[in-house]
Nanobody, 120 residues
Framework: QVQLVESGGGLVQPGGSLRLSCVASGFTFSTRIMSWVRQAPGKGLEWVSAITTGGYTTNYADSVKDRFTISRDNDENTLYLQMNNLKPEDTAVYYC?????????????RGQGTQVTVSS
């Protein structure tokens, strides 16, 4: 049974940082492209970033490029999202997703999400 458990969210001031984690189980994590997507209040899912199986290729939405860094530890079956210089518009529930490709997509199994709130 596929399970994805996100953590690391919280309340942070604008300009602050957070590191999200997603622990995966129930499938061979190292063989799957993974993504982060988010959902802001009252809006649909938005693709944020993706990473290939070995972690050598990454892709980012323009809105987070140069501020967010996606990474993975295949030995620990864990996906990460380092978020720096956070802005109020980054407020959302963040989900990790098993992705069909490195390109923008919100399709795929996802976890329960972790809330990120950016506010002063």
């Amino acid at each position: 049974q596929v399970q994805l458990v996100e953590s690391g969210g919280g309340l942070v001031q604008p300009g602050g940082s957070l590191r999200l984690s997603c622990v995966a189980s129930g499938f061979t994590f190292s063989t799957r492209i993974m993504s982060w997507v988010r959902q802001a209040p009252g809006k649909g899912l938005e693709w944020v970033s993706a990473i290939t199986t070995g972690g050598y290729t990454t892709n980012y939405a323009d809105s987070v490029k140069d501020r967010f860094t996606i990474s993975r530890d295949n030995d620990e079956n864990t996906l990460y999202l380092q978020m720096n210089n956070l802005k109020p518009e980054d407020t959302a529930v963040y989900y990790c997703v098993i992705s069909p490709s490195i390109y923008p997509s919100t399709s795929g199994p996802r976890g329960q999400g972790t809330q990120v709130t950016v506010s002063s």
